[in-house]
């Protein structure tokens, strides 16, 4: 069975204290892994899609990053605007190539203190 | 700049009552879809439409039925109210066929009494 999870729930830092969010997966042929952030009371808004094992993608404070079995999310010195949930999502190879069906994890909920 | 809209933003219902979800999106997309968004579930696909004229059943079907309009419009019915439809329901559409890259409204909070 496909399936998403992300690690940990949630997470509190400081301003200016790097870390990382996991999202580690199982997928009959992995199409694309996503990344979406989400404030409080808004729908997903996407930050990076990765296909193959090695890639990177940057922006801003975030980097993604994509091994065959999981993907990090490395947050380089946050600030408080960083704070947010950050949803994680895989496309698999089962579905056809019609659709769009992700496969979301339970994300993980970023507070960045001042 | 609206991209995906959706109305209503807040509804209470009793159990038995139906209702329609309202989604519209000008970004000129072909593909369309309904999810929901239960605490320790993550987002689950309910219905999605890759284009004009078509629907398919996505995760969690059960209880919804969809239409769509037109290109920019693809709504969500709730025939007969659940307590277990209480929810918050996500539109989004997304321009390339087969792109994970979606984009979504800011959602509707449904409650069933």
């Known amino acids: 069975e496909d399936q998403v999870t992300q690690s940990p729930e949630a997470l509190r830092l400081q301003e200016g204290e790097s870390s990382s969010l996991n999202c580690s997966y199982t997928?009959?042929?992995?199409?694309?892994l996503f990344w979406y952030r989400q404030d409080p009371g808004k729908g997903p808004e996407f930050l990076f899609t990765?296909?193959?094992a090695g890639e990177e993608k940057e922006k801003e404070r975030l980097k993604a990053t994509l091994t065959k079995k999981e993907s990090f999310l490395h947050i380089t010195a946050p600030k408080p605007e960083d704070s947010a949930t950050y949803l994680c999502?895989?496309?698999?190879?089962?579905?056809?190539?019609?659709?769009?069906?992700?496969?979301f994890g339970t994300g993980t909920l970023l507070a960045v203190q001042p | 700049n609206a991209g995906v809209t959706q109305t209503p933003k807040f509804q209470v219902l009793k159990t038995g009552q139906s209702m329609t979800l309202q989604c519209a999106q000008d970004?000129?997309?072909?593909?369309m879809y309904w999810y929901r968004q239960d605490p320790g579930m993550g987002l689950r696909l309910i219905y999605y439409?890759?284009?004009?004229?078509?629907?398919d059943k996505g995760e969690v079907p059960n209880g919804y039925n969809v239409s769509r309009l037109n290109k920019r419009e693809f709504s969500l019915r709730l025939e007969s109210a659940a307590p277990s439809q209480t929810s918050v329901y996500f539109c989004?559409?997304?321009?390339?066929?087969?792109?994970?890259?979606?984009?979504f409204g800011e959602g509707s909070r449904l409650t069933v009494l």
């Open positions: 989004a559409s997304s321009g390339t066929r087969g792109t994970g890259e979606l984009f």
């Open positions: 997928v009959s042929g992995l199409r694309g």
């Open positions: 990765l296909y193959s």
């Open positions: 999502a895989v496309q698999a190879g089962g579905y056809g190539g019609a659709t769009n069906k992700l496969i």
């Open positions: 970004m000129n997309h072909n593909s």
């Open positions: 439409s890759a284009s004009e004229g078509t629907t």
